[in-house]
């Protein structure tokens, strides 16, 4: 009765013939895998003397350059730009895909009930979550760590709410088009439950276009805590962080410090592209049109 399309089959033909989105994609997984092994990794790095402590000022507060027993240099507190590299993709990690998981949790749920029930309740949704969908992603972000104050959970809140609609939509309007589908007639002529239908057939129909949403928001998510960061509401000071590092850089880099702003603004951007690739690279594999519209 369940018609489930597994993308398996898609991915052993793109790995015999790969194309060029293919190779991509296994750039963007090389990348992303290689950030998420150095934040797991970076405290046993340290207690191997590897690192040193991203949050204590080495020296007195004087800039040394890159080379030598600093790597990335240090910055105007004396702090290690490479330990602090390092350390921010843990603490970008941390947020983003705490971020990401919780919108994912509560989009989801809601847009297949929304989308298999109609009604009322549906219009409610739909305005509820066209409304925060249309403001900017960054604008509510820094809004809402106003109300909600630093730290890792409170930045993760406020970044989880711009995307929840993004995840409500999607599920939303497939759930629509797909309870239209005979299988799931089938199943309520033979009087399974609303529950039944919505977790054993409608979900795994509609849940292969989450994987993509879910990549590309980690990415967008960089950059929003980049600029929460950068604005001085991301995380508390103590804790390594690309935007909050990229702000203290701001004032040295008139003065020719360029080192403290050039490594962490890299990791951000090697990160998002990473992800980015990955992203593009599951879009393809999952939906196969999507190659065909581009050729």
Known sequence: ??????????????????????????????????????????????????????????INPIHEPPGGKYLFGTNRQGYDVFSRTIFGSQAALKVVILATTLSLIIGVPLGLVSGYLGGKLDRVLLFFMDTIYTLPGLLLSVTLAFV???????????????????????????????KTELFIEAAQALGASPRRIL???????????????????????????????????????????WGHDLRQALDALPTGIWWTALFPGLAMTLMVVGLSLLGEGLSELIDPRWRENRD
């Not at 290689?34 to 080495?58: C, H, K, N, R, Y």
């Not at 990549?215 to 508390?236: K, S």
């Open 148 to 178: 909600v104050g630093r730290g890792v959970l409170n930045a993760a809140i406020a970044l989880s709410i711009s995307y929840i609609p993004q995840y409500y939509r999607v599920v939303r309007n497939h759930t629509s088009s797909v």
């Open 1 to 58: 009765m369940n018609s489930i399309k597994s993308p398996l089959p898609r991915f052993l033909r793109f790995a015999q013939n790969p194309s060029l989105s293919t190779i991509l994609m296994a750039i963007g997984i090389i990348i992303t895998l290689s950030f998420i092994f150095i934040a797991i990794f970076a405290p046993v790095f340290q207690s191997w003397g590897w690192l040193q402590d991203p949050t204590a000022s080495l």
């Open 199 to 241: 977790s054993r057939y409608l979900f795994l129909n509609v849940i292969q276009s989450v994987p993509v949403l879910f990549t590309l928001n980690c990415a967008d998510a960089i950059l929003v805590l980049g600029g929460l960061g950068f604005l001085g509401l991301g995380l508390p000071e103590e804790i390594p962080e």
